[in-house]
C-alpha cells in the first residue's frame, strides 16, 4: 500500500528500484514482484501506466492515464451538469464557479488533460488568474509540474514583470497581463491551462507573453469551449477541449453542451 502510494504521489518521475530496496529493506527482485502487481491494478483500474526502464538509470515511472471511455462517461456527465438552465446568467453568460470548485471534479478533468499531453515534453503548466487555477494546479498534479500564474494586474510582492497588450477575441477590448520575469525560465516548455475560451484572445495573449520569455507552447488545453464564435473568427485553432459549449438560450432557458475535440481525435 505505501508503495503505491509513493507512486501516485510522484507522477511521471523515474524512480530507481534502489530507492525502494533501501525504503522497504528488500531486495530488488521482491520489489519487481511487488511492482508487477501495481502494475496489474494501475491499468486494470484505469489509474494509468507503469513504465519500467531497464538499465543502470533506469526504473520505474507512474504515468497517470485515463482510458478514453472512462474520460467520455465522465464529461457527458460533466455535460449533463452544465446543462441546468438555472446556469443561464443575465448576457447569455453561463455560471460554472461552483463546478470548477469541487477538487474531485478538477482532479478528473485535469487527469484528461494530462492524459491528451502525456507523451510531450512539458517544463511547466500556465494558467491565467483566477478561474482556470483550480484545473490548471489539477493538470499539473497528474503531470508532476510547477504552475506558472499570470496575472492580470501586476503585483508588487511578483518583483519586475513582464507585461503585454491583447485583444479579447469575442469582444475586441484591450486588456492586460504580466508575468513574474522569476516565474519562468528562457527556452521552457508551456502546457497552457484555462477553464473557458470563447474567441481564445486570453490564450493568445499568454502565447504572445512567452514569446517575452523565448518560451515554447507546448500545448493548449480548455475545459470548456464556446461554439459561439465562428471558425474564421476564432484566434486560435491548435488546441484541446474536453467539452464544446453549443447553444445558450436565455429567452427559451436552454443549454447545450457536449464533449470537446479531444474525444473526436
Known amino acids: 500500500m505505501d508503495m503505491t502510494q509513493f507512486l501516485l504521489e510522484k ?39 507503469l513504465q519500467t526502464h531497464a538499465g543502470a538509470a533506469g526504473g520505474v515511472k507512474f504515468i497517470p492515464r485515463m482510458p478514453m471511455e472512462m474520460a467520455l462517461s465522465f464529461i457527458q456527465g460533466l455535460c449533463s451538469e452544465l446543462e441546468h438552465s438555472d446556469r443561464i446568467l443575465p448576457g447569455g453568460y453561463l455560471y460554472m464557479s461552483d463546478l470548477l470548485g469541487q477538487p474531485s471534479l478538477m482532479e478528473q478533468a485535469g487527469k484528461i488533460i494530462a492524459t491528451a499531453f502525456h507523451d510531450v515534453p512539458i517544463d511547466t503548466v500556465m494558467t491565467v488568474e483566477t478561474k482556470g487555477i483550480p484545473l490548471a494546479y489539477a493538470t499539473a498534479a497528474q503531470l508532476g509540474l510547477p504552475v506558472v500564474l499570470v496575472r492580470r494586474d501586476h503585483k508588487v510582492t511578483e518583483g519586475s514583470a513582464v507585461s503585454i497588450n491583447y485583444v479579447s477575441g469575442s469582444h475586441k477590448s484591450i486588456h492586460t497581463m504580466s508575468l513574474s520575469r522569476r516565474a519562468l525560465k528562457e527556452k521552457s516548455r508551456v502546457l497552457i491551462v484555462d477553464d473557458f475560451m470563447k474567441a481564445g484572445g486570453t490564450v493568445g495573449g499568454m502565447v504572445d507573453l512567452l514569446g517575452e520569455f523565448n518560451a515554447e507552447v507546448a500545448g493548449v488545453g480548455v475545459l470548456v469551449e464556446s461554439d459561439a464564435v465562428e471558425s474564421e473568427e476564432r484566434l486560435l485553432h491548435d488546441y484541446v477541449s474536453l467539452i464544446r459549449l453549443g447553444e445558450v438560450d436565455s429567452k427559451e432557458r436552454r443549454i447545450s453542451a457536449y464533449p470537446g475535440n479531444f474525444f473526436s481525435v
Open 11 to 49: 507522477p511521471h518521475d523515474l524512480l530507481p528500484l534502489s530507492t525502494f530496496a533501501e525504503r522497504y529493506g528488500a531486495a530488488k527482485s521482491s520489489i519487481s514482484e511487488d511492482l508487477a502487481i501495481i502494475k496489474e491494478v494501475f491499468e486494470g483500474e484505469g489509474m494509468g501506466e
